[in-house]
């Protein structure tokens, strides 16, 4: 049974594999006979240079993020923020219904245009996820695990360490990939405010009707945040211990 297994794995994967090749073949076929190959083409050097900022901008305001949510989280989670932890959290829940472009208009209010209230409010809009999924991690941790640590005799720095964030860290990558997927789709709106990127190109292909151009930035965007996930993941899959990662 386990040769017969293996045998129909060994062919699905092949016709997994033709199928790719053939998607890819009739992808090229339509890429060429639509135009599309040309615009990218007479687009690229635009192409190159606004992904830079685009790929700076998610760099700069998602890492910041990382740094502010973890921490924000780590503290409301600790047992002298119990009282006003959910009064917190109940803000930040308040502060994900605000529209993006909305934070990033504010930013713009008291921070003008340019790069930095577009890095402010990427950094916002990237904030709450990360914090509000690091509290919940960490108040997830079963009680008797706790209970065990502080028996051995762990100081509080010590659990949180080498018990709590462990255990956190599946629901805390989480929302960290959720967190950089949106900033580096809300990246295009940050061109409405002088932000740069990819979004110069998409809303100007919009205004001019010129489909090419759109898609010249549309396509590096999404590709984009395909590619920040897949490195996300293989980051959780590697930095998450064995016995507290249900993909290992």
């Known amino acids: ?38 615009d990218f083409i007479l687009y690229w050097p635009d192409i190159e240079f606004l992904f830079q900022q685009h790929v ?13 949510g973890v921490t924000l989280g780590i503290l409301l989670s600790r047992p002298f923020m119990a009282r006003f932890a959910e009064y917190f959290m109940q803000i930040f829940n308040v502060g994900t219904t605000i529209p993006t ?9 008291f921070l003008g245009i340019g790069t930095l209230p577009a890095i402010f409010g990427l950094f916002i809009a990237s904030l709450l996820p990360i914090v509000r999924n690091t509290y919940a991690g960490l108040k997830a941790v079963p009680d008797h695990l ?12 010590t659990m949180l360490l080498k018990v709590e964030l462990p255990n956190a860290l599946y629901v805390i990558f989480a929302g960290i990939r959720t967190a950089l997927t949106i900033n580096v789709g809300t990246v295009p709106l940050a061109f409405l405010i002088g932000g740069g990127g990819l979004g110069e190109l998409i809303f100007t292909g919009i205004a001019l009707n010129e489909f090419g151009m759109m898609l010249a930035g549309a396509i590096p965007t999404a590709l984009l945040a ?7 993941a293989q980051i959780q899959y590697w930095v998450i211990p064995r016995g507290v990662n249900p993909q290992r």
């Open 1 to 38: 049974m386990a040769v017969i297994g293996a045998a129909r794995r060994t062919t699905t994967g092949r016709i997994m594999s033709w199928l790719v090749v053939l998607g890819a073949f009739g992808l090229g076929i339509v890429v060429s006979s639509s135009g599309l190959l040309e």
């Open 56 to 68: 700076r901008l998610v760099a700069i305001s998602g890492g910041l993020a990382i740094v502010a």
């Open 101 to 109: 472009l909305a934070i990033l208009a504010l930013s713009m209010s």
């Open 146 to 157: 706790k209970e065990a640590a502080s028996g051995m005799g762990m100081a509080p720095g």
């Open 226 to 232: 395909i590619v920040v996930d897949f490195v996300m």
